[in-house]
Structure formats: structure tokens, C-alpha cells
Nanobody, 122 residues
């Protein structure tokens, strides 16, 4: 059974940092694009960042550029999201995803985790 499991979420003050991890099991995702999305209450799920199979082809949403960094470790089948200078508007449930194509469209991703909550208080 394929599973993506996120961890590392929590409550921080605005300006703080968190590092999210998404570990995969059940298959290897070394040839897949990996991504992070987020969904705030009452809003649609939105793209945050993605990374290609070899750690290149990285994309970010404009709202997180310069503050968030996506990376991956194929040996551990894991993708990370380092989040710095967190703002209250970053508060959301963060999901990791895996898919065959690089895309900011959530419909392009085949596998999803259950999400981890990130809350940045003002």
C-alpha cells in the first residue's frame, strides 16, 4: 500500500520557522515530481512548491518565494519543506503530493498525504 506521511507541523509565532517532512512507503518515488500544497479553512487547496526527480526543476508560489525551500532525499524517499519567516497567512493544512509531471495543478498529482497543520500566530 502506497502511503505519504507528513510530519513537522505545529504552532509558531509569526517570523518563526518550521521544517515539514513527507516520507513515502509502498513504492519508490525517485522518478516522480514531489510537491507541497496547502489549504486554509474556506479556501481551495493551493500550490506551494514542487521539485523534479533529481532535485532540480524547482518551482514556488509567488507568496512563498524567498521564504520557503523545497528539497528531496531520494535515498530516504522523502521530500522536505523548510519554511522561514512564517506569516499568519501561511496558516493552513499542508499536504505533500507525488506525480509524473511538474505542475502547479493539484489534479496532476496521483498520490497525496493526509496533511499536517501549520499555524503561525500574530
Amino acid at each position: 500500500q502506497v502511503q505519504l506521511v507528513e510530519s513537522g507541523g505545529g504552532l509558531v509565532q509569526a517570523g518563526g520557522s518550521l521544517r515539514l517532512s513527507c516520507s513515502a512507503s509502498g513504492r519508490t518515488f525517485s522518478t516522480y515530481f514531489r510537491a507541497w500544497f496547502r489549504q486554509a479553512p474556506g479556501k481551495e487547496r493551493e500550490f506551494v512548491a514542487s521539485v523534479g526527480p533529481f532535485g532540480v526543476s524547482i518551482r514556488y508560489a509567488d507568496s512563498v518565494k524567498g521564504r520557503f525551500t523545497i528539497s528531496r532525499d531520494n535515498a530516504k524517499n522523502t521530500v522536505y519543506l523548510q519554511m522561514n519567516s512564517l506569516k499568519p497567512e501561511d496558516t493552513a493544512l499542508y499536504y505533500c503530493a507525488a506525480g509524473r509531471r511538474i505542475s502547479a495543478d493539484r489534479n496532476r498529482y496521483d498520490y497525496w498525504g493526509q496533511g499536517t497543520q501549520v499555524t503561525a500566530s500574530s
